[in-house]
């Protein structure tokens, strides 16, 4: 899902806005390419956590996610998982110049009234969130495969 800085969000984004009371995710996000197999390898961990959004992950009802889009080759591929680190590994050839990495986290279900603590009172500490939504914004770089380090 592509965000909008002026758009309103029917939910709490963490790390997007002003949404959560508390703590910003810090993300490392590492990109690199293995010249042997002449593979993009992405790695996203984080130094924090969010207690609720975490509770959404363990229940099955989030998961972490990278997605990598190239606009000149419409090369496009994702990864998810309920535990970092988590790992994404394609060909270096399915891109071209440069691409777009975003993580975040995303609802993998309809979640029905959960009830955040931390949230702004926007939102009154229910929240519900459409299959797919995010959940949280992590990080999102534009990569160019010139300046992607080689292990």
């Not at 961990?45 to 975490?54: C, G, L, Q």
């Not at 099955?60 to 970092?84: M, P, R």
């Not at 702004?120 to 380090?149: C, M, N, P, Q, W």
Request: aromatic share 10%; net charge negative.
């Amino acid at each position: 899902m592509k965000l909008d800085k002026n758009a309103i969000y029917p939910h709490p984004i963490w790390g997007w806005t002003e949404d959560f009371i508390g703590e910003e995710p810090k993300v490392n996000l590492e990109i690199t390419i293995n010249d042997l197999d002449q593979e993009i390898v992405i790695r996203l961990s984080m130094e924090n956590s969010n207690e609720d959004i975490e509770k959404l992950i363990e229940s099955g009802c989030a998961k972490y996610q990278i997605v990598v889009e190239c606009s000149k080759t419409f090369f496009s591929c994702k990864a998810q998982s309920d535990s970092l680190p988590l790992e994404l590994r394609f060909p270096a050839s399915s891109v071209y110049n440069t691409f777009i990495c975003a993580a975040s986290i995303v609802a993998v279900k309809k979640i029905n009234g959960f009830p955040f603590q931390n949230v702004s009172d926007d939102y009154e500490g229910i929240v519900d969130f459409e299959k797919g939504a995010t959940v949280a914004f992590l990080e999102e770089k534009r990569v160019s495969l010139r300046a992607v380090k080689t292990p």
